[in-house]
Each structure stands twice: as C-alpha cells, then as structure tokens.
C-alpha cells in the first residue's frame, strides 16, 4: 500500500458525459501528478500540482481539467467523454516535486467509456 | 525531442536470470527510475540511480551509465511472481519524468 488513495475504483459512463476522478496524497506530499494509461499503452503523463499550483503540463487534453485544493488532494475532470477515453487514471505523490523525489502510484481509476 | 527505449517484451525461466535494458535521450538528467507494474495494477518503485554503477537491492539490481544514457535492471531467482511489466522512467532538467513504454517480462516454468 503506497498511502495514495483514489476514488472510484471503477467508473462507467457514457460518451458525452462528464466525471470527476479524486486522489489524496501520501501524508506530508505536497506534489500530485496524474497519468492515463489505455490498454497495453505506457503511462501518459497529463498533470502535474504541487502545493495547489499546477507546476507542469504533459498530453492534457483541453476536454480535461484538474487542481489540488488546500488539503492537497486533487481531483480530474474529464468532460465530453469519448470512447478513446476509456483508460486506468493514475495519481501518484511525491514530497517536494523535485530534485531526489521519488513518485508513488495510487490503484487507479478504471474508466470505461460506452 | 526525448526518447527512452526498452524492449517492448522478454521472456525468462523461473529461477533464472534477466537483464531489462533501457537506454536514454533526454534533455538534462537527474536520476533513472525502475518501477514494476502488474496488469491492472499501480506501478511500484524499485530503484532509482543517479550515479554511475550498480545499486543492488535483494534480487534487483540497476546499473546506470551516464555517458552511454544506458541502464539495465538485473532480476535474479526468477519467480512466477516477477511476470510483470518494467518501467523506465528518467527525470530530465525540468525534473519531469519521461517514461518508456515498458517491457513486458514473461516466466515460464
């Protein structure tokens, strides 16, 4: 068990809806990223926040959004869903964000699109 | 632009021993990560280099070559267990990470 915990677990929904995926960091993380991975894909960095202010930007569609409230969790909205969409939604946390920061992975979200 | 290679799949016997290599172009360098990750499961962390040489660490053990932008996981006493997919992450100036896309390592009995 990392100490990164993401809900849902599971989401199903249908294309042209609109879900919000939650993380909360290890305690005393200040840094949140989140990654897709489709099916037999490699990670996909999408964004990255630490102490509440988004700090770097990967392969983010504009259909997603994400920020990181006062208490350091974090949350992704995906909107206008399209099939292409159905993936595993990881977060990971790390300390700092930088320099020796080592990330780890929350379970994931499995997202299925129909 | 960044690269990480690794191959895309390997197979290996149980009680054996693999080598998983992962060579590098990144703008700037500040470490090599080696994660493994189970299908359908979260990545975990197993190593992370910054010096050159070999970190050992039980039945893993990474090695990193700055100069040739080249690492490798050894994974000794295969076990059933160890089917998974290996991660290669490296983190660049920006202290991003670029991942590759894995290696999918396969044991047979």
């Known amino acids: 068990d990392s100490g990164v915990t993401q809900t849902p677990k599971h989401l199903i929904t249908a294309t042209g809806q609109r879900v919000t995926l939650r993380c909360s960091p290890r305690?005393?993380?200040?840094?949140v990223y989140w990654y897709q991975q489709s099916l037999d894909q490699g990670l996909q960095f999408l964004i990255q926040?630490?102490?509440?202010?988004?700090?770097a930007k990967g392969n983010i569609l504009e259909r997603f959004s994400a920020q990181q409230f006062p208490d350091l969790h974090s949350e992704l909205n995906l909107s206008s869903l399209e099939l292409g969409d159905s993936a595993l939604y990881f977060c990971?946390?790390?300390?700092?964000?930088?320099?020796?920061?080592?990330?780890?992975f929350g379970p994931g979200t499995r997202l299925t699109v129909l | 632009g960044q690269n990480i290679d690794q191959p895309t799949e390997m197979t290996a016997t149980e009680g054996a021993i693999v080598q998983i290599n992962c060579t590098y172009q990144?703008?700037?360098?500040?470490?090599l990560f080696w994660y493994q990750q189970h299908a359908g499961e979260a990545p975990t962390f197993l190593s992370y280099?910054?010096l050159d040489g070999l970190e050992e660490k039980g039945r893993f053990s990474s090695f990193l070559s700055r100069s040739k932008g080249y690492s490798y996981l050894l994974l000794k006493e295969l076990q059933m267990k160890d089917s998974a997919s290996y991660l290669c992450?490296?983190?660049?100036?920006?202290?991003?990470?670029?991942w590759g896309a894995g290696t999918k390592l396969i044991i047979k009995p």
């Open positions: 926040y630490y102490n509440g202010e988004e700090r």
């Open positions: 990144t703008s700037g360098f500040n470490g």
């Open positions: 305690s005393g993380d200040l840094s």
């Open positions: 990971a946390s790390s300390p700092n964000g930088g320099t020796t920061d080592t990330q780890y």
């Open positions: 280099n910054v």
């Open positions: 992450a490296v983190r660049d100036s920006n202290y991003q990470l670029i």
